[in-house]
């Protein structure tokens, strides 16, 4: 490989797709060579937004791009269900490679992506952007100050405003493709919660519903067909969007899940897809202070306990910038992902991202979909293969 220049291809060139733009914007170190998709429609789009002199490499089948000689590292930016196929296959291949979150519906698809990585040496590359995003990263670093000492409680609530619109619509909403939502979307949570408090999940209990959406409408029935499409809220006036109240739906919209935390650390995450408001609300309580982010507000608070000693701390609020250079997505750190990834790639960084703690995302997400499917009974999290595999 070109130390200097990593060619890049991208499988999958759908909505999320669209952040390579930005990633070719911000650093000159790669350059895409070739885009893979089943639809051509999407390759199209794909091409017409990136907008690039020198024409890409297309092909409606994965495997042809892995066969390139001129890929050294591979974008898999496919349905969740997909992940650990490609992966591995890119891997073998020879491939670098940089998945989107979540890394795979089951544990074992992850444990198969980390045996690749380990066998072929090639670098293995999860997309847990939310480790980049300022107000999680000063969260971080508060608790790592000691400022709220050792953290024995968590409580999160995931406000998904976007519920439908996203998740819905097309392949999201069914149990086959995800596993379930507490993957899709809870895994970037439980990364924050692993993160954070530096303890992986040891066992769950759960509760789960479709609490809103699913229902008696036809499977095939689209939007744009539907006689009601200009007074149902969830309308997606957008061409293939299916209808958010059909019958094969089986994903829960509305879930709580408790973790017990390696260390005896108490943790509850709530998920709900009908809320008004979008919103990640966080609150870590020490046995020295409390910490909780408004990512509404971009404010991070943290309240001090009285020490009753001469160092008398004061409470704290830390205000999220209000702009960001080169302005991309996720508070820029769609930006800073992918630079970490070419400075992992390239020089070898020990990336902020981190695979084996993307596996145990997956592996708490699927030990709570278990319980809620099992009327909340516990359920122990699938433990690392090997205790060594832990950073
Ligand atoms: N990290 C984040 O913040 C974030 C945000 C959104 C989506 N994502 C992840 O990105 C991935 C893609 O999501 P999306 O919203 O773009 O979905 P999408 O449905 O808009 O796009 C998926 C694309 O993959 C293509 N595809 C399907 N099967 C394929 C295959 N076997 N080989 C190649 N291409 C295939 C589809 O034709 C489509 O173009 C998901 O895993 C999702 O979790 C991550």
Known sequence: MNSYLVRLGVIGTGRRAAMVKSWLQADKRARLVAAADPNPANLKRFRDLIGQEVPIAESTDWHE???RDDVDAVAIITPDFTHDEIAVAALQAGKAVYCEKPMAIT???????????QETGKLLFIGHNMRYMPIFQTM???????????IKAVWVRHFVSWGGYYYYHDWHGLRRNITSLLLQKGSHDIDMIHWITGRYGEKVAAFGNLSYFGGDRDNQLQCLDCPEQRSCREAKLEPGALCAFRQEIDVEDNMSMLIQLEGGIIANYSECHFAPDYHRNYTFIGTEGRLENSELEGKVWVWTRRSGT?????????????????????????????????DALLEGKKPVADPVDARMAVAVGCA??????????????QPLPLPSMRR
Do not use: W
Request: charged share 30%.
């Open 65 to 67: 791009l892995l066969e």
């Open 107 to 117: 544990v074992e698809g992850c444990d198969r992506m980390l045996e690749a990585a």
């Open 310 to 342: 001469y160092r008398e701390l004061t409470d704290r609020t830390y205000t999220l910038k209000s702009s960001f250079p080169g302005g991309t997505s996720h508070q820029d750190a769609d930006r800073l992902i992918f630079i970490d990834f070419l």
């Open 368 to 381: 709570g979909a278990e319980s809620m499917r099992s009327g909340g009974k516990v359920v122990n999290v």
């Open 140 to 150: 971080k670093e508060i608790v790592e100050s000691g400022v709220i000492g050792e």
